[in-house]
């Protein structure tokens, strides 16, 4: 486990995953403008929600905002990395192809996560930002490094968790062979991120909170922009998403044992 | 003897594909899961009394969004991506011998998987009663037939949009990302997420010349006994229909022209 040679293998990951998307550049040109548009959409929709009311669930339509910018930036690093990698286990388990993975000599979670890119993500994440930017100024919060290093942690850590939760569902591939659609599941239910938490009724913030932790991947984030969240929340982020990425490393190890290959 | 051999074809196509559904049956369960995101949004309508200013009650409101989740359990289309599949592996050219449509193998595809996510949708529905006893209602024969017309007519404007877009596989490889574009206008416009009353005025304006809001709004207002015209949406509907067919014979007969099967 040399650090000096992942990386090396990183570095040729991306240039042939990015050699072959390339290809179709239109489709980026056309991924853009759903992204673009997906934004809009999830704005509009917020301003119908403001239309009369001031608040919902205590943010302002400013700071709802800025967990539009977290969800676009999120999604955009969904789309760039888990996405394309992590359904493609599915297509592994189900043509047998995963042998020639775990045949290599390298870690076949690295690099069953990380072997492709979909470059189109990226505008969506540089999307995320520039609205994550104006969000900064209209709410006129204040830059200092104790704030850049606590939003740093919780969206890294929101990242931990989302990949958590998608490497899982992957993962049960192995005993269910076609999960295509629990990752339809995980989408829709992830796309209440879009929300502040405090909207939503009681028992389904303790859903959100306990069973599926949506909650911590754009709520708490934005609330460190904002100024508003307490200590005790970021380290409970921090400690869910150690546990997450722990759990979802043993899950790995323990699912490989169930996997036998397509002939045997 | 003409209408008997296409009932027999008919016929034959949904037993085929009601049985290869019936295969799936988890994943249709899981898909028809993936379908509650209007029971969220309506948890953010009724938690902060969003409803107060459209005038529309918390009992009628959870019926509308009900009948929301069952119109689009019952028009989803996914017609372009087997489409794409099939183009893409070159399964398209046996089917372009026989003497049968390929779309109507594809349709016939959507309404067996119509009628095995139809318990599923039930048990959802059954669930959802039990949390909101008090909007249980049971509308009169006659609207209860006439909003399962529109939902057939709503699918069949989904369907046919999809196949123009589906019919694109024959110029470019991806057509999928330009459905996945023409997803954004039908989830944010079609009153999946908002009933299109709340809408502001400068949307509401012109949404009604375009096809969204006849593909969720109209059917589940419909069926769920709000206020809605009942004779002019259903013949903007077939107006949509006649619309789009003509345009989909031309865009097939181009395209089977342009078509070269793999290897030539």
Same mark, same amino acid.
């Given at each position: 486990?040399?650090?000096?040679?992942?990386?090396?293998?990183?570095?040729? @990951?991306?240039?042939? /995953? =990015? *050699?072959?998307?390339?290809?179709?550049?239109?489709?980026?040109?056309?991924? $853009?403008?759903? #992204?673009? $548009?997906?934004?809009?959409?999830?704005?509009?929709? =917020?301003?119908? @929600? @403001?239309?009369?009311?001031?608040?919902?669930?205590? %943010?302002?339509?400013?700071? #709802?905002?800025?967990?539009? *910018?977290?969800?676009?930036? $999120?999604?955009?690093?969904?789309?760039t990395w888990f996405n394309p990698n992590l359904t493609e286990i599915v297509k592994h388990i189900r043509e047998g192809t995963l042998d020639f993975v775990l045949l290599k000599p390298i870690d076949s979670q690295f690099f069953i996560s990380l072997k492709k890119i979909n470059p189109s993500g990226f505008l969506e994440i540089m999307i995320g930002f520039l609205l994550l930017f104006l969000c900064i100024r209209i709410n006129q919060i204040i830059l200092n490094l104790s704030f850049l290093t606590l939003s740093l942690i919780t969206i890294s850590c929101s990242i931990c968790i989302l990949y958590?939760? %998608? @490497?899982?569902? /992957?993962t049960a591939t192995i005993w269910f062979v076609k999960t295509w659609n629990a990752i339809e599941v995980l989408r829709s239910f992830l796309y209440i991120g879009r929300f502040p938490l405090n909207s939503f009724s009681f028992s389904l913030r303790i859903f959100f909170s306990v069973f599926i932790p949506i909650a911590f991947i754009t709520t708490i984030p934005s609330e460190v922009f904002l100024g508003l969240s307490v200590l005790w929340k970021i380290l409970l982020e921090v400690i869910v998403a150690t546990v997450f990425l722990i759990t979802s490393r043993k899950f790995w190890l323990f699912a490989l044992k169930f996997y036998s290959s397509a002939s045997s | 003897m003409i209408s008997n051999l296409i009932n027999r074809k008919i016929f034959t196509l949904l037993k085929v594909q009601y049985s290869n559904m019936l295969e799936y049956r988890v994943e249709i369960a899981l898909w028809a899961i993936s379908g509650i995101i209007p029971f969220f949004m309506l948890n953010i309508w009724t938690n902060n009394n969003l409803n107060e200013s459209i005038n529309i009650s918390d009992v009628m409101l959870s019926r509308y969004f009900l009948c929301a989740f069952f119109v689009r359990q019952f028009s989803v289309v996914w017609v372009?991506?087997? !489409?794409?599949?099939?183009?893409?592996?070159?399964?398209?050219?046996?089917?372009?011998? +026989?003497?049968?449509?390929?779309?109507?193998?594809? !349709?016939? +595809?959507?309404?067996?998987? +119509?009628i095995t996510r139809f318990p599923f949708a039930l048990i959802i529905a059954f669930f959802f009663f039990i949390f909101n006893p008090e909007s249980i209602w049971i509308p009169n024969l006659g609207i209860l037939l006439l909003s399962i017309v529109s939902t057939f007519l709503s699918f069949l404007i989904? !369907?046919?949009? +999809?196949?123009?877009?589906?019919?694109?596989? !024959?110029?470019?490889?991806?057509a999928s990302s330009i459905e996945r574009l023409l997803f954004i206008p039908t989830l944010f416009l079609s009153g999946l997420l908002a009933p299109v009353v709340s809408f502001p005025a400068y949307v509401k304006s012109w949404i009604y010349l375009t096809p969204f809001p006849y593909l969720i709004d109209f059917p589940a207002n419909l069926l769920s006994g709000n206020e809605t015209n009942i004779s002019g949406g259903l013949s903007m509907q077939i107006l949509w229909i006649f619309l789009l067919f003509p345009l989909f014979k031309k865009i097939w007969s181009e395209g089977t022209k342009k078509y070269t099967a793999m290897g030539s």
């Open positions: 486990m040399n650090l000096r040679k992942y990386i090396k293998v990183y570095k040729k @990951f991306l240039h042939t /995953s =990015l *050699a072959s998307e390339l290809e179709y550049k239109t489709n980026i040109l056309v991924d $853009l403008i759903t #992204a673009i $548009l997906s934004l809009v959409g999830s704005i509009f929709l =917020l301003s119908i @929600f @403001f239309q009369n009311n001031g608040y919902i669930g205590g %943010w302002k339509f400013e700071q #709802a905002l800025i967990i539009q *910018a977290i969800y676009t930036i $999120l999604n955009g690093i969904t789309n958590s939760l %998608w @490497f899982f569902i /992957s | 372009v991506f087997s !489409f794409e599949e099939d183009s893409l592996l070159g399964k398209v050219s046996p089917y372009l011998i +026989q003497p049968l449509n390929p779309f109507f193998r594809y !349709f016939a +595809q959507h309404l067996a998987e +119509q989904q !369907f046919l949009i +999809q196949s123009i877009v589906a019919c694109l596989c !024959f110029w470019t490889e991806k």
